[in-house]
């Protein structure tokens, strides 16, 4: 009740505001007009301003319903109008549970049935989120697929029955000739202990929460936690220093030698980032990476780690070292950026680097998307004279016919081939078969991941070229790395 007379009040404060303003201006339309000569003249400038007036005040009420209400593909409550609403209705009585909700593999529908039906399913899921709430709930379109749902909360077997009859009416969902859509919402649950906190900040912890479903409820569903708080203050905390890192040169580049199989010896390596902090000491990529990703300071941080491997490769030369490819990651962040690559490309002219001396890796997951885009890279990537591979090759769901497409130089075998050990003789099979193609086309393959000396083996057996593994070096700092592959320190 609180809530609707906080907004009754809103609205009659905007109207009571504007009325005011129209009067204004017909007291001096009233004066401008009894100026005028003839009476059909002022009738006519009366009506003119009437509509005017009345016009420009529809079209501001449609565009702050627009801007600060309605979401223009559901119909329902935009982000921005979900927190004000939510953070109303918190200043009332009893307690509250924010819920984000994301639906599985929504990409999918909308390449399978295009975006035009994909809108209509995200009405339709508004529309029935909606009539599960009662006057003192709230719910909107946070972004893309992603909902925020604002409930009273009074147990989590309550909410997960609640949330499963909203999902049971999903599943329904089907298209004209009676096939399933297979809608799946998971959701993230934060329990709002602190009233005061900013509804934003609510849905991060939500979200958050969404990423560590639980399997003991009727639906997919994660709850946000001590573990969630202080891994968000972590995060927070490093994001507060990163630049500043990056400014001190606190990020190390590490490598981890590639072994050629034929003699075991180092014919190559793989840069990989350490963050060494002057007060916390060695901070390591499984903590960072994932955050950096997110936010996008990976994109800085590739670039920089680019920029170290240049120096290196062109100091070796220099001091007449034999040249050891060396290959640097490329994140998925940078194809959000048009013409990232040139900025590679002015770094690479600062440096005297031979050719094919170093490698860019790119990710598995980038040939799901757009493979001309991709080939232009490609074909960027040997224009500056660098070579590059698919890393993490098997990791996701690979279309072996892309292979045939990417002009790439290089395949690099996920470690989740070796995931079972030597028993696995279906893994072998499928290691075999990769390998037989990549030879087919030219390829070179590296199997990384490797921590066995029978996988040693049998890579040879298999004619696999490289391997990097614990099995022979773990990454190290470059002045060990100089030592063991040239000999000097």
Known sequence: MKQLISRIKLIARMVVWDLVTAAALFFLLFIAVDRIDTQMMKVLAVAGACAFVLLMLVLKYQMLY??????DVTGGKNKKEFERVARDLLRGDGRYVLV???IDRFKLINETYGNAVGDTILRRIQSIIDE???WDEVSGRIMADNFGILMRFHSIPKLDQRLHRISRQLSEMSDSGGNSYGIMLYFGVYIIQDEETEVSAMLEHANMARKKISPSHLVPMGIYDEKDRQKLSRDKHLEMKMHKALEDRNFIPYLQPKYELEDETVAGAEALVRWIDPEEGMIYPNEFIPLFEKNGFVVELDLYMFEEVCKLVERWNKSGQRIIPVSVNLSRSHFEIPNFF???ERVLKKYDIPPKAIEIELTE???????DSLNTLVNKIHSA???CSIDDFGSGYSSLNMLKDVRVDALKLDRVFFANGDSDKRGKDVIKSVIQL???LDLRTISEGVEERNQVEFLKQMHCDLIQGYVFAKPMPIQEFEYLTFGVR
Do not use: I, M, P, V
Not at 66 to 71: A, L
Not at 365 to 371: E, Q, R, T
């Open 132 to 134: 599960e709430l009662r």
């Open 100 to 102: 984000y909700a994301n």
């Open 385 to 387: 004279g660098l070579s």
């Open 438 to 440: 990549a030879q087919a």
């Open 365 to 371: 997951s980038l040939f799901y998307n757009d493979l």
């Open 66 to 71: 627009k801007q600060y209400g309605r979401d």
């Open 342 to 344: 040139d900025n590679y």
